[in-house]
């Protein structure tokens, strides 16, 4: 299951990056109840723990290119979530892009559920992350 969304946000890339990047902050903006955080900067090879989605994930990150792109790949038994950020500058702020697929022998089982909550999970996470850029 593939999910994308795209927003533009009066802010700069390097603001977005700033913000998807403080793993610990992210419980005061964007619904995550549970983050072990990674020590250090974000980047290729980090780990941390988070409860994204309602479900709790062991997260790597894969490619980490400040400040356009983020990505990780989230775990948990019989699922694998691969999360991909995307800044890019435009004309009066930048154009944010989050994209999700998701995989794994237990999405069968739980598609029902997946299909209503990864959508909205993620597009407002993207409408989080706006209001947190334009207004802090």
């Known amino acids: 299951m593939n999910v994308e969304y795209t927003v533009h946000v009066s802010s700069t890339a390097d603001r977005l990056w ?13 619904g995550t ?34 400040p356009n792109t983020l990505t990780w790949v989230g775990r948990r038994p019989g699922l694998r979530g691969v999360h991909e950020w995307e800044f890019e500058e435009e004309a009066g702020g930048t154009k944010a892009t ?6 794994g022998w237990m999405l069968p089982l739980l598609y029902p559920i997946v299909k209503r909550k990864l959508p909205a999970t993620d597009e407002r996470w993207l409408t989080d992350l706006k209001t947190r850029a334009e207004n802090t």
Do not use: C, N
């Not at 989050?98 to 995989?103: D, F, K, L």
């Open 33 to 66: 109840s549970f983050v072990r955080s990674p020590t250090g900067r974000l980047q290729k090879g980090t780990t941390f723990a988070a409860e994204l989605g309602g479900l709790k994930w062991a997260v790597t990150v894969t490619e980490a290119h400040r």
């Open 98 to 103: 989050t994209r999700e697929a998701m995989s």
């Open 18 to 30: 700033d913000i998807i990047a403080d793993v610990k902050a992210w419980p005061e903006w964007q």
